[in-house]
């Protein structure tokens, strides 16, 4: 049994979280619509990539000026660029939403204004001009940001001035009413920093949330950033083929640190539309397993319409806004409730796995912490055949029938049968609730 820290995420407030890519909408005065479809597929949270004045290339992650904001997403009004800052978060919150920002504090633009007044807080090249960040497999260079510069977070001549810089940030946006913080490519900052910023912002307020972006990250990264104070970590679900066994043990190491967040598709990555070629029975089990696995869930805008092309940070516009491929939302909306309604959901918690004698078959039980509630999971693998299985439920969920329920999203049964012998729809997936 895992043995978790920290406190219980409640079923009466989940954790779901919609990320708005800003590049998409454009100016913050329309958002409105868009928060509100958030609210009513049953999300709590809404997750904003950069809104700051961006450098020459204009990519929402290479910021230039943390305290203006970019041109794209300001309208013609008379008010203040923070005034309509405030203005977005408070229609968020009139909507019970809470409005989460992206945190970049790894590296700035190269042409940010602080290059010019603290270039202290830079790492150098080995020519002494700024480190731009680099990617490396092996000895073979892959990629350079050439429009990015390193912050030295670790050992610059002024560091203890630039640590302030990112309290005096972070109090910035809780002063425009932020609730919580994504914070890009956290496992490249040190611990010890995050540890400082985030206990400073706790000291104000309690309920900021703190949330570390480890995409692709080692799980001995994770664990540091768990201990560093972090409220959650994500986890890489979404690359699982619910076979090898790296997935749940990365999920039962950091289950007693933080709590994780599960994704079936990022702004990082593809769109599953797109990778899944349109198949909407496997886009639908990839979102519903993200649902069900994690403590939370998060889901990028147009992930509910079926969009097919990846967001740009740099070239991506509200004229890229696609036609309704799929129209998933009322899926996802009842997918969310699982947490409204079931504790067990709302937990990285207790994970076993089930042979069930067919290997395209996967198949676990989830028990919350309480142990008062379980779950088994079955899910066929397989994206276009059926797959057969022959069970008992009664004896892999050791309760009595009567007290099983079929929480299943699509083709729940009205009745549990004695002996389950059933045909799985290509990707189909199958939830048997037990409450004791």
């Known amino acids: 049994m895992i043995r978790l820290m920290g406190g219980k995420i409640s079923k009466k407030n989940p954790f779901v979280i919609y990320n708005i890519f800003p590049r998409l909408l454009?100016?913050?005065?329309?958002?409105?619509?868009?928060?509100?479809?958030?609210?009513?597929?049953?999300?709590?949270w809404i997750y904003i990539n950069p809104l700051s004045y961006p450098g020459f290339?204009?990519?929402?992650?290479?910021?230039k000026d943390?305290?203006?904001?970019?041109p794209l997403f300001l309208d013609d009004s008379s008010k203040s660029e923070d005034d309509q800052l405030k203005d977005m978060i408070k229609e968020a919150h009139s909507m019970g939403l809470n409005v989460m920002f992206d945190f970049v504090i790894n590296h700035t633009a190269i042409d940010s204004v602080l290059t010019e007044s603290h270039p202290d807080w830079y790492l150098r090249g080995p020519r002494g001009g700024i480190k731009r960040p680099e990617v490396w497999e092996?000895?073979?260079?892959?990629?350079?940001w050439g429009d990015l510069g390193e912050i030295d977070n670790k050992n610059s001549v002024d560091r203890d001035n630039l640590w302030q810089?990112?309290?005096?940030?972070?109090?910035?946006?809780?002063?425009?009413?932020?609730?919580?913080?994504?914070c890009d490519a956290a496992y490249q900052v040190l611990p010890e920093l995050w540890t400082k910023l985030i206990s400073h912002c706790k000291k104000k307020s309690k309920k900021i949330m703190f949330f570390a972006e480890t995409l692709g990250c080692e799980i001995e990264l994770v664990v540091a950033l768990a201990e560093a104070g972090f409220d959650f970590t994500f986890n890489s679900s979404k690359w699982w083929d619910f076979r090898e066994e790296w997935c749940l043990s990365q999920y039962r190491e950091n289950a007693p640190l933080a709590p994780s967040i599960a994704f079936a598709e990022s702004h990082?990555?593809?769109?599953l539309a797109k990778e899944l070629d349109n198949n909407e029975a496997a886009i639908k089990m990839r979102y519903l397993f993200s649902v069900i696995y994690?403590?939370?869930?998060?889901?990028?805008?147009?992930?509910?319409?079926?969009?097919?092309?990846?967001?740009?940070?740099?070239?991506?516009?509200?004229?890229?806004?696609?036609?309704?491929?799929?129209?998933?939302?009322?899926?996802?909306?009842?997918?969310?409730?699982l947490k409204y309604r079931?504790?067990?959901?709302?937990?990285?918690?207790?994970?076993?796995?089930?042979?069930?004698?067919?290997?395209?078959?996967?198949?676990?039980?989830?028990?919350s912490r309480d142990c008062k509630e379980k779950v088994l999971i079955i899910i066929n693998k397989s994206l276009g055949v059926h797959r057969h299985i022959n069970i008992k439920l009664s004896e892999i969920l050791a309760s009595d029938l009567s007290i099983i329920q079929d929480l299943s999203i699509e083709y729940a049964m009205d009745s549990i049968p004695t002996v389950l012998d059933y045909s799985l729809r290509p990707a189909q997936v199958m939830i048997f609730y037990v409450k004791n």
């Open 26 to 44: 454009g100016k913050m005065s329309i958002w409105g619509s868009h928060m509100q479809r958030a609210k009513d597929m049953g999300f709590t």
């Open 57 to 63: 290339s204009g990519s929402l992650y290479s910021v």
């Open 66 to 70: 943390y305290y203006k904001v970019n």
């Open 138 to 144: 092996g000895d073979k260079l892959v990629a350079t």
């Open 165 to 182: 810089y990112w309290k005096d940030l972070l109090d910035y946006y809780l002063s425009l009413g932020v609730d919580g913080f994504r």
């Open 268 to 271: 990082d990555t593809l769109r």
């Open 294 to 337: 994690s403590t939370s869930v998060m889901m990028p805008i147009g992930f509910e319409y079926g969009f097919r092309r990846k967001p740009d940070v740099v070239n991506t516009s509200p004229d890229n806004w696609e036609d309704i491929n799929i129209d998933l939302s009322s899926f996802i909306a009842k997918a969310n409730q």
């Open 342 to 367: 079931y504790q067990v959901f709302n937990e990285d918690n207790d994970i076993t796995l089930v042979n069930l004698n067919n290997e395209n078959v996967f198949a676990m039980i989830k028990t």
